[in-house]
């Protein structure tokens, strides 16, 4: 029986991945109704697995998109339930369901578990030549599942803990993996799987304790517990996380960088109304913060927040650096920049009679 949970996570509504519009159908159902000609589903409809379509017009169907898989991963894990209802969605797709954001997973094969044995590994076949068809493994005994879909509300998928654990394994073992920034003392395997991690605290509510059960034989307890340590379950992003490595190891002790710091701004003069911002990552007590900031900091809107933040926390005695995309392509003029503000604000603090607004 599934157990149902909490359908969205700990992050915003824009950390959590929106679902396909569109609900796929077998080709035998609409045949059935009468209200397709075998002309309009030949040319109107696009298969996403055996004998399943969705509507779309084919000369617009980019069949190499998703990784060569031709539609989202959602949209294929659905089209595989309505074949196999019995059979228990896993990995990557059941990372999607759960509401993963990223398109990692639009470029994995679908994985469905069915039948009986010992081991909960997911393997690669030849599901990228066939990429209609699914990656069929045996079901683990007692394997803990859930229903978390409206759509398909008798759709069984192994809970986020396992699903999480599951990828895990396919990127430890180099079976499955994304570009990522290269970062001093990380490898690209350590830092895609923290991606995933922060990404996948974002869009559900798992917790390290729920991890470390689930990951057991399949992941090293020694190297999940390193990657659990560099984890944070308040990256908003991908490239958050990338930020938060690449400085990770700048602050002297006893300091730590935090993850979405609240900070109250001065009241404004005219309404006495008190904003706030959140930095990506800070020090409250050395008074750093951080920004990382996506596409949308460049509409003219965002620009102006952005700009009356930075002049109002500067006013509160913090150093103020904000990164983009671009940023990121150089790590080490990163480390140095926010070397400087840290010796900076050690400075400061450390001056007799120099005291800031609270």
């Not at 009468?34 to 000369?59: F, N, Q, S």
């Amino acid at each position: 029986m599934g157990i149902s949970r909490r359908a969205t996570g700990r992050g915003p509504a824009y950390t959590r991945r929106t679902m396909p519009g569109t609900v796929p159908v077998t080709r035998a159902e609409l045949a059935a109704s009468g209200t397709v000609t075998d002309w309009e589903l030949r040319t109107r409809y696009i298969p996403v697995a055996p004998g399943v379509v969705v509507p779309g017009i084919r000369k617009d169907h980019d069949p190499s998109a998703f990784g060569g898989f031709g539609a989202d991963i959602v949209t294929r894990a659905w089209a595989n339930h309505l074949i196999r209802p019995d059979a228990v969605i896993a990995g990557w797709p059941a990372l999607a369901v759960h509401r993963l954001k990223q398109d990692w997973a639009d470029s994995a094969p679908v994985h469905l578990l069915r039948g009986t044995t010992h081991s909960g590994r997911l393997r690669t076949s030849s599901a990228v030549r066939t990429p209609l068809r699914p990656v069929i493994r045996p079901l683990p005994d007692g394997l803990e599942t859930c229903t978390p879909c409206p759509q398909f509300p008798e759709m069984r998928v192994v809970i986020p803990s396992v699903a999480l654990a599951q990828c895990l394994w396919t990127v430890l073992t180099g079976r499955y993996g994304w570009w990522v920034h290269d970062i001093r003392g990380v490898t690209r395997t350590d830092v895609m799987a923290v991606q995933l991690i922060d990404a996948v605290a974002q869009c559900t509510w798992v917790s390290r304790d729920e991890i470390r059960p689930a990951a057991a034989g399949l992941v090293d307890r020694t190297t999940l517990e390193r990657l659990l340590a560099m984890a944070d379950d308040g990256a908003q992003s991908p490239m958050e996380t990338t930020m938060r490595l690449i400085v990770r190891d700048l602050l002297p002790d006893p300091y730590r960088w935090t993850s979405q710091v609240r900070v109250d701004l001065l009241p404004d003069a005219a309404t006495g109304w008190t904003s706030r911002t959140l930095p990506d990552l800070g020090c409250p007590e050395l008074k750093i913060a951080l920004y990382y900031d996506g596409g949308h900091h460049t509409e003219g809107a965002q620009t102006e927040v952005d700009f009356d933040q930075f002049h109002a926390l500067r006013d509160l005695g913090w150093e103020v650096i904000r990164f983009n995309k671009e940023h990121l392509r150089d790590p080490e003029a990163m480390r140095a920049r926010v070397a400087r503000a840290i010796a900076r604000a050690q400075a400061r603090t450390a001056r007799p009679g120099v005291r800031h607004p609270a």
